[in-house]
């Protein structure tokens, strides 16, 4: 799969990288999000060492180290082979060192790793990069996959605040990044794959585009030890210690249950500490009406933030025990009757995403401020899936719904739009009207028609 998108990531990084004398710098975001993809291809045409920790012995650590930096330091700075790195100190020195007379790049991957062996290693380096950082051209990038934990690095009383020229978060890729990693698909299939997997690019590199879809979930989710059915249980336990209420908390908002009362009679417990740290790890998403400011309303729900978990949780894990004893043929077509259902919430996720996209090029108007959906609490509840604000005084410009179907008639849901959005707060009086389908809007007259052509345009 050659490389594709992080344009903007790539640029930050070369922004870092023009600083005159060393730099330090941070890279995060879940794993499987292309973090170390990402460092090679900057690392690529540059003088570099390239490290991934593992969590070894320290020694173990110092000397695989001292390895990948050998040929760098080997012309007259030190034989790392005969005497390798003794400490970290001496490790971060030598480095500066040998970064003196030109730029070095040094990337420590999975430094997380090293922080569960080593826990004074951020206080080691900031007393080493206060002294030499003037006179050294070392570019240092640390990366890591624990969220919370590189969030930590970066609070005021951590060794190294106030020290990083970059911190850079890697999100997955939003839709119409992923659809550059599916060429050979057809738009409205883009659409699915991603439904089913999200922006994660890994995911979307096992999507074989030469099979079908059912070709596709048989090899990667309905074969025992398949890749999708699989992964589950590996991002749940690498994602944190979320232990047994955090798991039910998954399964209970991946069911349906979104609201925080509804969370609680599900579990058995108060929700609220669990749902707070699920939030931070970004395996759930809090949503509140997008006309209403978040930290005041009470009408909130929770989502699974990410494709694939939603996927897992919702549709794949409650066969998954069957699938292992070797049903996984037979249960295959119940599988794929189920997700048109699961598939709906995540496009109509996929057009706000590309509403604000939409936004960001300023072809939405002027002065959009947010973009979400909208609901009201009233006993005949109105629902909106995507409405977009602009202004200081945050009155509705653009209203929108997506429907996962191939087709939809434009004129009948304009005329249902126009019906819910009287229960908006502030409307102006040039509101336009956004419709969605998968291929086709058809009496597209005075709406804004979108498709999957559109938002999987890569």
Known sequence: MPFVNREDELQQLERWWARSGGALGLVWGRRRVGKTALLQRFAEGRRAVFHTATGRPVPDELRVLSKAAGPLLAYGIRDLAARPFADWADAFEALASAAEAG???????????????VPELPSVLRAIWDRLQPRTQLKLLLSGSAVRTIEAMQEQRAPLYGRLDLTLLLHPFRPHEAAKMLPALKPADRALVWGLVGGVPLYLEWWDQRLNLRQNLAELACTPGGRLLTEGSFLLATEGDLGGLGRRVLFAIAAARTKHNEIADAVGADPTRTLERLVDLRLVERVTPVTEEPSR?????????????????????RYRAEIDRGLGRSILPVLISDLDDHLGPRWEEA????????????????????????WTAA???????????????????????????????????????????????????????????RERVARPTEVLAITAAEIFSG
Do not use: M
């Open 297 to 317: 309303t009470r009408r909130k729900i929770y989502r699974i933030a990410d494709n694939f978990l939603a996927f897992w949780l919702s549709v794949l894990d």
């Open 103 to 117: 730029p070095l790049l040094v990337v420590i991957d999975e430094f997380p790793e090293l922080l569960a062996i």
């Open 379 to 437: 006993e005949n509840p109105v629902e909106i899936d995507a409405v977009a604000l602009a202004g200081r005084d945050r009155s509705a410009a653009v209203v929108g719904e997506a429907k996962w179907a191939r087709q939809v008639d434009g004129a009948t849901i304009r005329r249902e739009l126009e019906r819910k959005a009287e229960s908006l707060p502030k409307v102006r009086g040039d509101l336009r009207f956004a419709v969605c389908a």
């Open 351 to 374: 057009f706000r995403l590309h509403l604000r996209r939409l936004a960001e090029l300023n072809e939405l108007g002027e002065g959009i401020v947010a973009v979400g959906p909208f």
